[in-house]
Each structure stands twice: as structure tokens, then as C-alpha cells.
């Protein structure tokens, strides 16, 4: 295996993390060092985990256990959070019940579970902090409560519908009401309506005569003068009472009558809002429905379900500035943002036009613009600075090809770009996090312009300075206070490897401040001092850990949740390869379980597994989401087999190219590192290649598809389990990044779609599919079926589960899927 740098280090799968994982003759800082001198060997034995004393006793690992309810591997801590009086709290699943019970954490370490009627001291839907520190707000289910300065809590209100909760300049909780946005005064309980919004024709007293007749009436008949006389005195009379008196509420501002809200966002002082708006109208027709025949009355019900991205149609968004004293709306036009007309697509609709043996005319009209509808950051692409003189949008193109950073210049009422990002193929929908930095008019912001997700600082009107750099992807960021640093998590020293950082705003400094070698996430206190922490490794679940920022102090470990009848299964640890890629110049990592002695005897069979989301990362070091598949890979490992999984490009954590490397042609690059992936099998791990099958699900069941269609002679057997046939009939959001519209670019779908591609099927498939799956639809099997019934395909099988949604749920749904993919492998490899 070629080693082509630090990133293509071979990396095992268990490192020294904490008392509560394993061993492993290489300690973390000699690890570290090793990696970062390149000089791990290109094969490391993988690590089992520590034998425990039930382990010794015997602990087979059997399909029936893999597959049952997983607490039996443990409650594992989640949503692990700073509660308002900065008290650790984390949430953990019931043990007879889908349901969570919420535990606080001890100054000694020690887990209590939160009383149901303590919850609202602890638990927050929303929480502020007013911006001097003095205040804190939060939001548990109908009431919202209030930190005062003395520590004492109170409830602010109760049964009152509000959200998007935000402190003003002078330490009111602002919030929205319905379509109203209402301020509280913290020290005399005031209530106050800043503002109000209607759609709808704006009122006047009078409205003006429509034809002849009307204006003849008008000025004929003196009982007509005077009731319109009457009206106009009674509406400027209630103009000047909204304007004068302190009992009346400010008029509100109105909007057409066919456009809705999307979005609305008070400045901290008060004086101006933004509101986003887009046309009335439904994202689904009435035929999309999806039946669900398993009810509790007997009879077939008829499920909403999203609309196709083939019937998808561009949105275009309205932004606003609100002079709130004014109580005038003034468009904010787009107009100024440089591409705001390019023809983005004009080589796919040549190409395709060409197609059809056509000619394409390029055209400059305005592209459909709204906000940047991010997957990773929760609310609406809209940040005010903290004294309310500065705001910041996120905008995007419907296309998928730009987003702008702007700002809005408050006096001249019109935005101003500040980044550009632009992308051939389409631009990220997470790591999209933006602000200000606190004590001045400084964005902050991620990027992929350098093709990683990076950390960048920028003075409006100036270049922006890179705070992180190099082949690494950044996310998760924190402000402190002083805008002295920004914490993050970053895979800095292995793709496969998320520690957390920070960087200091002015030397760009940074500091490491974990190094447990695994799958970490954080969430800073309150008070900065204290970093609590979920860390994984590849086969230990999800943990809490708890550590001081200074000081590099170990971190103590908060929970001990895996269960013993776990800890006694023999569980295969896989290596983290990196294997050569003959189409990138980067190879591609892939976890890998190896069978004790497998270099002896005859070649093996091999399994290779693909991940499913396309954009996600699992040949990492931490625990996986695929955590069920970790345990089949075991099983199959004890059987003989030799399994690999692997990040093919399209996965995550690799930055922008390996990313975009599927754009209009979803199935192929993946397919190329099958390949490879399959030729280091045969070279590196003792595999026959003519005893190989694939499997996967929902991305990974697509891939399944495309292999067995298109690359017949790579696998002997596949199991497609919740498949994409047809990328036509998917979602907008996830799909047109990827291809386009149907409309615009039919050969990218008919080239990515498997359903096209279903006549080169030569060896056993297993189709899976769940029917109330309202994410992947049934139906894309059942026409995938009809049209290999058409084909005459002898060599498939399906299996239907009536009550599963996308993500299976039922313990007997997921053992029969896998005892059936078991079965074809055993019987055709």
C-alpha cells in the first residue's frame, strides 16, 4: 500500500483513551507522535478490548442478540447540555420505555435523576443569556423562566406560545408571539408589542372608485361625501392614537397577501427587524401520499409525505428591513450581489439541449434567492450584532451554486456582499456557522473556499484572515465572551480523528485541548472554564467526560452506561486503512475486520459494506451511528469473512472535492473506489475475489443497486436495503445539490438512477424494503420490481416490512433483514 502522507496513515481502531476503554501498547502522545512523523506501520494488528471477567466466562455473539432492543448495550448519555445554573445534565432512555428520564451531574461526579416536577430548573427548549451576564432566560415546555441577578428563578410567563427568544440593548427578553414580536421588562413585568405583522392589503379610509359610476356617486350624492368624510376623521383618529397614546399598540406592517413569513429577527435595540418572506403556495400536492396498511381500526390510512424534487419548482425569498418606529417596510433587492443573474447551469442545459437536438440561448434573468437553509445550525440565517447596529444574512441561491454573506447597510436600506461562495457543483449545507464577534463589528464565519471547512474573521469592507488552515475540516464553533478565542472540534491530526481546540482571535494561535483519539464533542460552560464532553471510541459507546480548559488536566469520566453483557462480547476492533485510490491523488479510508490468522489458509470471502446519506463519515475512530452493522461485522468476522467499510467519495470529512466528486453522476466515483477497495482485499487481507458480496442501505442500498447493475463482475451477491431506484422521485433539498433538477438536467438523473440501469443485473440481489418509509419512498422499489419482472430477471428477491419507517424500529423487523442478508452471503460467496 502506497503511503502518500500524514492523511494516509494507518490508524487501529482502540487507542489508550480513559480508565473505561481499552489498552493498547501504543499510548496516546507516542500515537500521536507517530502519526504525526508518519512512522505507524502500514499494518497494526487490531486491539481487541480489554477482557473483562464476564468476557472470560463466555460471550458468543449471535444475530438474535446484535439485533434486539439495543439497551441491552447500555443507556447511553445524550443530549448532554449546561443547564442554566451551569449544572451538567444529560438524558438517557428509560429502561422499559422509548422515553427519556434527564439526570444532573454532581460536583463530585455523581449522576441524580431530575425529578419531573425539577425539570423546568434544568431543561431548556430555548435559553439566552442577557448580553452583560446578568439574566438568563430559557423556554421549557409552555412557560418560560427567568435567572434573576440574585439567583433566584421566576416564571415570566405561562400557557403564552413563544419562541425565538433574544435579550435586548437594555436587558428586556424580547420574544415572538404569534405574528407579533413582544418585550418583557425583567424589573417591572411590562409587556410591550414592538411589532406586529399582517398579510394583507394595508387599510385606508376610504378606497378610491373602481370605474365611471362609482366616481359619479361619489361626487353626486351628499350622503356618500359624509360617510366617507366620517371614515377618513375615525382613521386618522386611530393613526394618531397609535402615534401619541401609550395605550394603543403600534400599527402593523403589512405584506401582500399572497406571500407568507419565513423567517423575522429583532435588532437588540429595537429600532429595525428583518423579516423574510416567499410566496403562499404548498410544497406537496394531494397525491402525495404514502398508504400505511397496518392500523389500529383495520382499514388503510393515507400518510402526507414530502414533495419529489421532479415536481419541485424554484423559491424565491423577499428580504426586508422594518424601520420599527416608522412602521415602514423597505425591500432589500438582490440585485446588488454579484452572479445575482448568472447562468449557472448553462453548460447542463447546452448539454442536455444538445441531447434533445436542441440549441440553448444563455439567459441573465434573476435567480430565485432566499435564505441558506443550513443542516447544521438551528434558526434562521439571520444575526444581529449585539448592540443592534449590525446585521448579517446568509443567503443562497435556489440553484445550489452560491451563497452570499451580506450585510445590510441600515441607512442606504440595502445589502452589501461580504463573501462570496461559489461552487460548480453545489455549496455545503453544513458547516455554514456565521456571526459577530461580541465587542465589534467583526463577522466570523466557515468556508469552504480553500477546500476544507475553515474559520474566518472579517471587518466589513475588508479581506477576511483565515484563523484555521490545511487539509482538516473545522465545525462546532464557540465564541467566549471577550472574543478571545473561538473553540472547535476538528479531525486536525487524522480524518478519522475529531479532537476539540481553540484558536486565539488575534495570534491565530491555536491550542489542542483533548487528545482521546476517538469521536469527540463538547459543549463549553457557561463560565468557559469547564469543557463537558461526549467521547467514543470505535467499539465503546458514547461517554461523558469532564475537563477544566487549563491546565491539561486529564479529563474525568462522568459515566459508566455500557452494560457488562457488552463488554463480554468479543467484538473485532477494525483498522483504519488508507487504501489507494486510482482516480484521486488522496486515498480512501476504510475501516477493515480482520479474522485472527487471516494472511493463512485459503483466500476468504469478504464482504464490503457502503455507508448510507452519501455525505457522512464512518471510517472514523469513534463510535458509529452504524453501530448494529459494527456488531454484524464482528459476527461475520467470527464466520470467516473479511469486512470492509469504506468512506467513498461523497463522504464527509474530507472537504469540498471529495464531497462534489458525485456531482451529475451519483454511482460512479463510489463504484471506482469500490474497486479499489476490492483489489486491496485481494492484495493486503488473503480475500478470493470471486467470494465477495456488498451491502447497504438507503445511499449504501443505492450503491448496492449500481454495483450489481453496472459492475457486474465487482460483486457475486447484494443486499439493497431501503434503496434509492430513482432520484427522481427523492427530496429537493438533498437531491437537486447533487444533480440538478429533472427539468434542467435529465441525463444527470438518468445516468444516477438504477431504475436506467436494471437490464445488466447477472447475480443474486436481495432487495429490502420498509413500507411507511416517508424519506426513501416504497415505491421505489415496488417500480424497480415491476421493471425487473419486465427485464425477466430470475436472480432477485424482495422482502416488504409492513410497519418499519426508513430507520427500522421493530427488534423482529431488524433480525429477520439480517438473518435474510446473512443467508446471501452464506449462500452465494
Given at each position: 500500500?502506497?503511503?502518500?502522507g500524514?492523511?494516509s ?5 482502540m ?17 500521536a ?8 506501520p ?26 434486539a432492543d ?5 443507556r ?8 442554566p ?5 444529560y ?12 439526570f ?14 425539577e ?11 442577557s ?12 412557560s ?15 400557557g ?20 407579533s414580536?413582544?418585550a ?6 411590562q409587556q410591550?408589542?414592538l411589532?406586529s ?13 373602481k ?28 393613526k ?5 397614546s ?19 429577527k ?22 402525495d401520499?404514502m ?12 400518510v ?15 428580504s426586508?428591513l ?10 432589500l433587492?438582490?440585485?446588488g450581489?454579484?452572479g445575482?443573474n448568472?447562468?449557472v447551469?448553462?453548460?447542463?442545459k ?6 434533445r ?9 434573476p ?17 444581529w ?8 444574512l ?22 452589501v ?6 461552487d ?33 474573521i472579517?471587518?466589513?469592507g ?14 462546532s ?12 472540534k ?36 457557561p ?18 467526560y ?6 491539561k ?7 459508566h ?5 457488552f ?9 483504519v486503512?488508507?487504501i ?10 476504510a ?10 489458509g ?20 469513534g463510535?458509529?451511528?452504524y ?27 474530507y472537504?469540498?472535492?471529495w ?20 483489489n ?12 465477495i ?24 451477491a447484494g443486499?439493497?436495503?431501503r434503496?434509492?431506484?430513482d ?15 429533472p427539468?434542467?438536467?435529465p441525463?444527470?438523473?438518468r ?5 436506467y440501469?436494471?437490464?445488466g ?29 419486465e ?14 419507517p ?16 446473512y ?7
Open positions: 500500500m502506497q503511503q502518500i500524514l492523511r496513515s494507518v490508524i487501529f481502531g487507542g489508550v483513551i480513559m480508565s473505561a476503554c481499552s489498552t493498547t501498547d501504543i499510548s496516546n502522545e507516542t500515537q507522535a507517530a502519526v504525526e512523523r508518519n512512522e505507524l502500514a499494518i497494526v494488528q487490531p486491539v481487541q478490548p480489554a477482557t473483562s471477567a464476564a468476557q472470560q466466562n463466555g460471550g458468543a455473539i449471535t444475530l438474535e442478540q446484535i439485533m439495543p439497551k441491552w448495550l447500555g447511553q448519555p445524550q443530549n448532554a447540555a449546561w443547564a445554573d451551569g449544572t451538567m445534565i438524558a438517557r432512555q428509560q429502561a422499559d420505555s422509548k422515553l427519556n428520564d434527564y444532573r451531574i454532581s460536583e463530585t461526579g455523581e449522576s441524580d435523576k431530575i425529578a419531573p416536577g425539570l423546568h430548573l434544568f431543561k431548556a427548549d430555548e435559553q439566552v443569556t448580553h452583560d451576564g446578568r439574566y438568563i432566560a430559557w423556554k421549557y415546555a409552555d418560560v423562566f427567568i435567572k434573576m441577578p440574585d439567583g433566584e428563578v421566576v416564571r415570566l410567563t405561562h403564552l406560545p413563544l419562541q425565538d427568544l433574544q435579550f435586548s440593548t437594555d436587558n428586556r427578553l424580547m420574544a415572538r408571539h404569534h405574528d414580536i413582544v418583557f421588562n425583567l424589573t417591572t413585568g410591550q408589542v411589532l405583522w399582517i398579510f394583507a392589503e394595508a387599510p385606508t379610509a376610504n378606497k378610491p372608485a370605474d365611471f359610476v362609482a366616481r359619479e356617486q361619489q361626487s353626486l350624492i351628499e350622503y356618500i361625501k359624509v360617510q366617507r368624510k366620517n371614515r377618513e376623521d375615525s382613521f386618522a383618529q386611530q394618531q392614537l397609535r402615534e401619541q401609550p395605550a394603543a399598540a403600534p400599527a402593523p406592517v403589512y405584506f401582500d397577501a399572497g406571500e407568507r413569513l419565513v423567517a423575522v429583532m435588532a437588540p435595540d429595537g429600532k429595525h427587524a428583518i423579516v423574510v418572506t416567499t410566496a403562499k403556495g404548498s410544497h406537496r400536492d394531494d397525491t401520499i398508504p400505511h396498511y397496518i392500523q389500529e381500526d383495520g382499514r388503510i390510512a393515507a402526507n409525505v414530502r414533495q419529489r424534487v421532479a415536481d419541485a419548482k424554484p423559491v424565491k425569498q423577499t426586508w422594518i424601520d420599527v418606529a416608522q412602521g415602514t417596510k423597505y425591500e433587492s438582490y440585485q450581489l454579484p445575482y448568472d447562468d447551469l448553462a453548460d447542463v447546452q448539454e442536455n439541449a444538445a441531447a437536438g436542441e440549441d440553448y440561448t444563455i439567459n441573465r434573468l435567480r430565485a434567492i432566499g435564505l441558506l437553509n443550513s443542516w447544521s445550525q438551528r434558526g434562521a440565517s439571520i444575526r450584532h449585539q448592540d443592534g447596529k449590525a446585521v448579517a446568509l443567503l443562497e441561491a435556489w440553484d445550489n451554486k452560491d451563497s452570499w454573506l451580506v450585510t445590510v447597510d441600515l441607512a442606504a436600506k440595502k445589502l456582499n461580504q463573501h462570496r461562495q461559489h460548480d457543483a453545489w455549496i455545503n449545507y453544513r458547516h455554514n456557522q456565521f456571526g459577530w464577534l461580541n465587542n465589534s463589528h467583526t463577522l466570523y464565519y466557515l468556508s469552504e473556499q480553500s477546500g476544507y471547512s475553515h474559520l474566518y472579517q471587518k466589513p475588508e479581506a477576511p484572515q483565515s484563523l484555521t488552515s490545511g487539509q482538516y475540516v473545522v465545525n464553533l464557540t465564541l467566549t465572551d471577550d472574543d478571545d478565542y473561538f473553540y472547535f476538528a479531525n486536525k491530526k487524522h480524518p478519522g480523528i475529531y479532537e476539540i481546540y481553540r484558536v486565539n482571535t488575534d495570534s491565530g494561535e491555536h491550542e489542542s485541548l483533548t487528545d482521546l483519539n476517538g469521536m469527540t464533542d463538547y459543549v463549553l460552560s463560565d468557559e472554564q469547564t469543557l463537558l464532553l461526549t467521547h467514543s471510541t470505535v467499539t465503546r459507546p458514547p461517554e461523558l469532564s475537563a477544566p480548559v487549563a491546565g488536566q486529564q479529563p474525568q469520566q462522568l459515566t452506561t455500557v452494560s457488562e453483557e463488554l463480554a462480547k468479543p467484538w473485532v476492533a477494525p483498522k486503512v488508507a489507494e485510490s486510482t482516480h484521486t491523488d488522496e486515498p480512501i479510508y475501516r477493515v475486520y480482520l479474522p485472527e490468522n487471516y494472511l493463512q485459503e483466500p476468504r470471502k469478504a464482504v464490503v459494506f457502503n455507508h448510507g446519506a452519501g455525505y457522512l463519515q464512518n471510517s472514523h475512530l463510535w458509529s451511528g453501530f448494529r452493522e459494527f456488531m454484524f461485522h464482528s459476527f461475520l468476522v467470527k464466520q470467516g469473512y473479511v469486512v470492509l467499510d469504506m468512506d467513498y467519495r461523497a463522504s464527509a470529512g472537504g469540498r472535492d464531497r462534489t466528486a458525485i456531482y451529475r453522476q451519483m454511482g460512479t466515483p463510489e463504484l471506482e473506489d469500490n474497486r479499489d477497495g476490492v486491496w482485499l485481494v492484495a493486503n487481507a488473503n480475500v478470493d475475489r470471486n467470494r458480496g456488498t451491502y447497504g442501505g438507503s445511499y449504501g442500498g443505492f450503491l448496492t443497486f449500481m454495483a450489481m447493475f453496472n459492475e457486474p463482475d465487482l460483486y457475486q443486499a439493497a436495503l434503496p434509492v431506484s432520484w427522481a422521485h427523492y427530496n429537493t433539498g438533498y437531491t437537486s445539490n447533487i444533480l440538478n433538477t427539468d434542467v438536467d441525463i444527470a438523473y445516468r444516477s438512477s438504477p431504475i440501469h436494471a437490464e443485473l447477472q447475480k443474486p440481489l436481495l432487495i429490502n424494503a420498509p413500507m411507511v418509509d416517508n424519506n426513501v419512498f416504497f415505491v421505489d422499489v415496488v417500480r424497480l420490481v415491476q421493471r425487473l419482472i427485464l425477466e430477471k430470475e436472480n432477485f428477491e424482495t422482502a416488504i416490512y409492513p410497519v418499519e426508513h430507520g427500522f424500529v421493530q427488534p423482529s423487523s431488524w433480525l429477520d433483514e439480517y438473518r435474510r442478508i443467508a446471501l452471503f452464506e449462500e452465494n460467496l
